[in-house]
């Protein structure tokens, strides 16, 4: 087994912590009791690039118990958690990164974990399948097909389909019902807010709080920041979005009008530069910057970094910018996902249902991979997560929750199904 890990000596504490998620997480508990019986993933070899945390651990683990030849790197170099990844070399998962380190070690990493030529890729934001698909397409041959967790991902992703470049199937995961639902509101809008509030010691409550954009996850940033007491402003592309955060009770606005009276801005578009130096130019002393976007491009930390006369940590975390007008810009965790990078995630909760479905998706892919390959000459296909997985993994945690719902009768089934009143 090879890796490359900062210490394998902190492994005590990553399984203390892997441990503690494993006793909140009743959907891998169950999925990784069926695979130590049936080991459905005998011999089948996965890369993985998820932030490298306690969830993703035991993740890896449940996969391994299922069989599967592991290795695994992070998909941030500021999330991973030296002693989790110690934790998983000792439970012989090949492990391939280590907290801050630079872009060549980072992008060193991430091929050394496509090393052993994978039959299935689960992928966070795209890391994995854009290096096969660039520098190492070698390495396609072997590729059965794999899961995308992340909208940015999937937007890759499906650009790749329509230019007719994609390798290989990939699922769609990040939209299934049981992920985008839950983990991108509900997780995204309490992680972001557990970092913010613990990184600036900060009340939410009175101050005016800037949402870049209204998908699932800027909802669940908006609800919370509302429930804490903050007045919400909105900014969109979408008419139709800008109209759903309208009548979900926030002001609607352009940044430019947004930016002179947040208190706290926080981007989740996938998109680049949602926030720029003429925007900050306007902001008030010492606004507080967040990203909860994959990739560090929404805030133009580039275009930051050359217009600030000075910079320093304000606090840990957190970088304070002086501006040429003399004022500041206070960003977290380097303008990188602010949840992750300075912070511990989602719930393990949340996350149970989120990698429910790549697990299951894992299998699918698995189960299905001759009637999903591409047709000979043919570009493969962006793949829709199945109903039925989705269904599973909904009524397997209602159940872990003690939670019954009414089924259809005979009679409600043929009405419903008829056309004939």
């Not at 217009?307 to 910018?321: D, L, M, P, Q």
């Not at 790549?358 to 493969?380: C, F, N, T, V, W």
């Not at 269904?391 to 056309?419: F, M």
């Amino acid at each position: 087994m090879r890796y490359e890990i900062r210490d394998i000596n902190l492994a005590p504490y990553g399984h203390t912590k892997i441990e503690w998620v494993r006793n909140n997480m009743p959907l891998l508990n169950g999925l990784e009791e069926e695979f130590l019986k049936t080991k459905p993933f005998e011999g089948v070899k996965i890369s993985l690039s998820i932030h490298l945390e306690a969830k993703t651990a035991y993740l890896c683990k449940v996969l391994a118990a299922g069989g599967a030849q592991m290795a695994a790197t992070g998909s941030n170099n500021l999330s991973t958690q030296d002693d989790i990844c110690a934790a998983l070399v000792e439970d012989g998962i090949s492990v391939f990164a280590y907290h801050g380190a630079t872009e060549e070690e980072y992008n060193r990493h991430i091929e050394m974990c496509l090393e052993h030529k994978p039959n299935i890729i689960i992928d966070d934001g795209g890391d994995l399948v854009g290096l096969v698909h660039g520098a190492r397409p070698d390495l396609a041959e072997e590729v059965w097909g794999g899961c995308e967790e992340t909208t940015t991902g999937i937007i890759r992703l499906r650009a790749m389909e329509r230019d007719g470049m994609l390798k290989f199937p990939m699922l769609a995961v990040n939209d299934a019902d049981c992920k985008h639902l839950f983990d991108n509101r509900y997780g995204t809008g309490q992680s972001v807010w557990d970092s913010i509030m613990h990184n600036t010691n900060l009340i939410v409550a009175g101050k005016c709080v800037v949402v870049v954009g209204y998908g699932w996850c800027s909802r669940g940033i908006a609800m919370r920041a509302a429930a804490l007491g903050g007045r919400v402003i909105v900014t969109e592309i979408d008419p139709i979005k800008a109209m759903e955060a309208k009548m979900d009770g926030y002001d609607v606005m352009p940044m430019a009008k947004a930016a002179p009276l947040g208190d706290i801005f926080i981007t989740a578009t996938g998109c680049k530069h949602t926030i720029t130096v003429e925007h900050m130019l306007t902001m008030k002393d010492r606004a507080i910057l967040a990203n909860a976007g994959h990739f560090n491009v929404e805030i133009d930390m580039a275009g930051l970094e050359e217009a600030a006369v000075s910079k320093k940590e304000t606090r840990e975390n957190i970088t304070g910018y002086t501006l040429e007008n003399g004022k500041m810009v206070n960003v977290i965790g380097e303008g990188k996902l602010a949840n992750i990078a300075a912070g511990n995630g989602h719930p393990a909760e949340v996350m149970d249902l989120s990698f429910a479905v790549q697990a299951m998706s894992a299998l699918y892919i698995l189960e299905h991979r001759d009637e999903i390959a591409p047709a000979p000459g043919k570009p493969a296909k962006v793949i829709d997560v199945s109903a039925e997985i989705d269904d599973v993994i909904a009524r397997r945690r209602l159940a872990a929750w003690g939670i019954e719902i009414d089924k259809l009768t005979p009679e409600q089934e043929a009405y419903l199904n008829s056309w004939q009143l």
